[in-house]
């Protein structure tokens, strides 16, 4: 806008004006702040409410334009639940202390009980190296001591789980950080795959070690041979294992495409794969916000094994079967 100094300035050059209208644009400036301004070069008049219109309809576009909310999305598409998207003005201080909690209780917890991990591991190697069931039956109490206080865990088709002892390929929907703690819940000693670099992490890697956790590097094509060969011979010794084909955490809560080796390593085996549907961790606590834990609950649905020697065939069957059940609660 032109100030008043700015205003004089021009008034006295003002050229295509006429002596009289330069007198009433004054006059109108002084007593309604509606005046003119002038380009002397171009020797033209322009109304100064024309700048006033054309500032505030900038000032109104940007303020529009700056209060949409902002969601976390992801890029990534499939089929899922649509209220994974997890808006970040609905992050609420209660969030935080919830998240700060939950990870002071899990801390305590594994703190005492790899006290017992240690001392009964020498024993577990000696008569049951492969399954394991006395780690994992450790690993069950620190998981559902974790949960207990903050979320309440829901089974369904429980009677779809084969017998403890017998070994099979189990796949499920991967959400959240808080998959791992509810799948614990289900007392079965499946070895996980996970990232070598967690396996340095003091109290955490230490329980991954003696729970015979399978190390796996990412973007490396021969430790990643060297993965699948490991689960096929645990499966043949009598152990189960367990894979999330996704590859990795659903951003959005959507069904990503499955990668085929898990469902390669059933065939090559012949152990039926058992599918899992997780509802719930996502919103719980989303991909990406770990520090914070949101009031809910979580859907476990345990779905019919497949069996067969195409791994084409029971990746789809797995897919499917998930997809549908998420559709279903969405």
């Known amino acids: 806008m032109f100030s008043l100094m700015q205003f004089r300035a021009c008034k006295e050059p003002f050229v295509g004006c006429s002596t009289y209208k330069q007198a009433v644009l004054w006059n109108s400036y002084n007593s309604t702040l509606n005046g003119a301004s002038c380009i002397p070069r171009k020797h033209v008049c322009v109304p100064w409410y024309n700048y006033l219109q054309e500032f505030n309809q900038t000032m109104v576009h940007k303020q529009a334009k700056a209060s949409r909310p902002v969601v976390v999305r992801s890029e990534l598409a499939g089929t899922g639940i649509p209220d994974s998207a997890y808006p970040l003005s609905d992050i609420t201080f209660g969030s935080k202390v919830r998240g700060i909690g939950f990870y002071v209780v899990t801390a305590i917890a594994a703190i005492f009980l790899i006290v017992l991990m240690i001392a009964q591991h020498p024993f577990v190697l000696l008569f049951d190296q492969y399954r ?10 620190w998981a559902s001591l974790t949960v207990a206080p903050f979320f309440k865990i829901e089974y369904e088709r429980l009677e779809n789980l ?27 000693s499946f070895k996980f795959i996970s990232k070598t670099g967690i396996f340095l992490f003091p109290i955490i890697g230490w329980a991954m070690l003696m729970l015979g956790v399978i190390p796996l590097k990412r973007m490396d094509s021969r430790s990643q041979m060297e993965c699948l060969k490991r689960c096929m011979d645990l499966l043949k010794k009598g152990s189960s294992v ?15 495409a499955f990668k085929k080796g898990a469902f390669s390593v059933a065939a090559k085996v ?61």
Do not use: W
């Open 270 to 330: 012949g152990v039926p794969v058992v599918p899992i549907t997780l509802i719930g961790t996502g919103k719980i606590m989303p991909t990406g916000l770990e520090g914070i834990l949101n009031p809910g609950s979580v859907k476990v649905i345990i779905h019919k094994p497949i069996e067969g020697s195409d791994a084409a065939v029971l990746c789809n069957e797995a897919r499917s079967a998930i997809a549908d059940a998420l559709q279903h609660q969405g």
């Open 132 to 141: 394991r069931k006395a780690q994992f039956s450790i690993a069950k109490i």
């Open 162 to 188: 084969p017998p403890p002892d017998v070994p099979a390929v189990y796949v499920s929907n991967h959400q959240s950080f808080l998959d791992i703690y509810t799948l614990l819940t289900l007392g079965r």
């Open 242 to 256: 367990f894979f999330f084909p996704e590859g990795t955490r659903s951003k959005d809560g959507k069904l990503c």
